[in-house]
């Protein structure tokens, strides 16, 4: 019975005819995703920065996954910003998922989170930011003396640091670290 679900699931994802109910916003420049991202979500628009499937062959490394039902009033809201992306695509099929930017790597007493090329790192039990990792911007060195030493909910936010793509990085593994580390 197991085997019967779990091949109906995989035929239905692979189907042209499944309902497709998220999209893709391709850019150019990161720093384009971050402004469309913090636009849509003052808006109140669900959205999600991921890294493009290979499929994609355009654009920078990260996309925006949104709902597809709200695709005319996200686009027209980007235009109006001077953001028109260079295209909205549907999640179509297994090979056209976004990669999921993060990664969460449990060493003990060290909690590790991943997001794109940056990597931050805090002890469970203190809440101490250990280590900031990663990237290649030239702002990361500064990033990590501003964070490394510092308790989470005592350190100033990266994105009020730094301006980079890896201080863009750096605030999702902040706030996913900060989620997890709520206890």
């Given at each position: 019975?197991?085997?019967?679900?779990f091949?109906?699931?995989?035929?239905?994802?692979?189907?042209?005819?499944?309902?497709?109910?998220?999209?893709?916003?391709?850019?150019?420049?990161?720093?384009?995703?971050?402004?469309?991202?913090?636009?849509?979500?003052?808006?109140?628009?669900?959205?999600?920065?991921?890294?493009?499937?290979?499929?994609?062959q355009?654009?920078?490394?990260?996309?925006?996954?949104?709902?597809?039902?709200?695709?005319?009033?996200?686009?027209?809201?980007?235009?109006?910003?001077?953001l028109?992306?260079?295209?909205?695509?549907?999640?179509?099929?297994?090979?056209?998922?976004?990669?999921?930017?993060?990664?969460?790597?449990?060493?003990?007493?060290?909690?590790?989170?991943?997001?794109?090329?940056?990597?931050?790192?805090?002890?469970?039990?203190?809440?101490?930011?250990?280590?900031?990792?990663g990237?290649?911007?030239?702002?990361?060195?500064?990033?990590?003396?501003?964070?490394?030493?510092?308790?989470?909910?005592?350190?100033?936010?990266?994105?009020?640091?730094?301006?980079?793509?890896?201080?863009?990085?750096?605030?999702?593994?902040?706030?996913?670290?900060?989620?997890?580390?709520?206890?």
């Open positions: 019975m197991a085997f019967w679900t091949w109906r699931r995989k035929a239905e994802a692979a189907s042209p005819s499944a309902p497709v109910e998220d999209g893709l916003l391709v850019f150019a420049h990161t720093s384009e995703v971050i402004r469309a991202e913090a636009v849509l979500q003052e808006a109140g628009i669900t959205v999600a920065v991921m890294g493009p499937p290979p499929e994609i355009s654009g920078c490394d990260l996309v925006i996954r949104f709902p597809l039902m709200r695709q005319l009033e996200i686009l027209r809201l980007l235009e109006e910003r001077g028109a992306p260079l295209e909205a695509v549907p999640v179509r099929g297994p090979l056209l998922k976004p990669v999921d930017l993060f990664q969460v790597t449990d060493f003990g007493r060290y909690l590790m989170v991943r997001a794109a090329n940056m990597k931050l790192t805090v002890d469970k039990e203190t809440r101490e930011i250990v280590n900031v990792s990237g290649g911007c030239p702002d990361v060195p500064y990033l990590a003396a501003r964070l490394v030493g510092r308790r989470l909910d005592e350190a100033p936010r990266p994105r009020e640091l730094g301006h980079t793509l890896c201080g863009y990085a750096l605030e999702l593994a902040f706030t996913k670290l900060k989620r997890r580390c709520s206890w």
